[in-house]
């Protein structure tokens, strides 16, 4: 696709029920990021894929959250008994590459989620 | 942690005045970007800077970097009501062998009065 597409943009769920957020990069970038924003807050890395792989899951909040990558395109995060404070808008992003350095990234819009 | 750290938090201003924004970062970096996020949308990427760079101009941007300082300004000219938004620098914080995702600031939110 033309951008980086997040699915659903908004979901309501009540604590303790099980959610999964959908990521689609834009096509042939191999690298892709999640990252967690707060209300009025800055960005909070969760996890990156480089492929299918996930070197680092040490950002992740708690065992409660995973994330997965498939055909080096779309991925998941999940988040299992979800919790009040796991209220944020979830955040995807994408890159050609992976560098050390840092690489320009390709938001999408985010998953908006409300945990009742 | 908060690499980025932005300052002011907020500013209005006249539509056609120059907005500058502050970055300051703690670790040592080799590129400092900036992101642009409308409210209820993903952020855009603006600008990268190099470690070895000082200044770089983009259209109506203008971003500095001094890493003595570990700081970085963005300049945005002739502002218009459409520049309303929120502005992050981000850099490539390491840990371990390498960096993972970007570190982000909490933001400036600027607001450009018509």
């Known amino acids: 696709g033309a951008g980086v597409s997040q699915s659903p943009s908004n979901k309501v769920t009540e604590k303790g029920k099980d959610v999964e957020l959908r990521c689609d990069p834009i096509s042939g970038h191999t690298a892709l990021y999640w990252y967690r924003q707060r209300l009025g807050q800055g960005l909070e890395f969760l996890i990156y894929f480089q492929g299918n792989s996930a070197p680092d899951k040490s950002g992740l909040p708690s065992d409660r959250f995973s994330a997965e990558r498939t055909g080096e395109s779309v991925s998941t995060l999940t988040i299992q008994r979800t919790q009040q404070e796991d209220s944020a808008v979830y955040l995807c992003a994408s890159s050609l590459v992976w560098s050390p350095e840092g690489q320009p990234q390709h938001f999408g819009d985010g998953t908006r989620l409300s945990i009742l | 942690s908060q690499q980025g750290e932005e300052d002011p938090q907020a500013l209005s201003i006249q539509e056609g005045e120059n907005a500058t924004m502050n970055c300051s970062y703690k670790t040592s970096i080799n590129n400092l970007q900036w992101y642009r996020q409308n409210s209820g949308r993903g952020l855009v990427h603006l600008i990268l800077i190099r470690s070895n760079e000082r200044e770089k101009h983009s259209g109506r941007l203008r971003v500095t970097l001094d890493t003595s300082k570990k700081s970085s300004s963005l300049l945005i000219t002739a502002s218009r009501a459409a520049d309303t938004a929120s502005y992050f620098c981000?850099?490539?914080?390491?840990?371990?062998?390498?960096?993972?995702?970007?570190?982000f600031g909490k933001g400036t939110h600027l607001i450009i009065q018509p």
């Open positions: 981000a850099t490539a914080e390491y840990s371990g062998g390498g960096a993972d995702g970007l570190t």
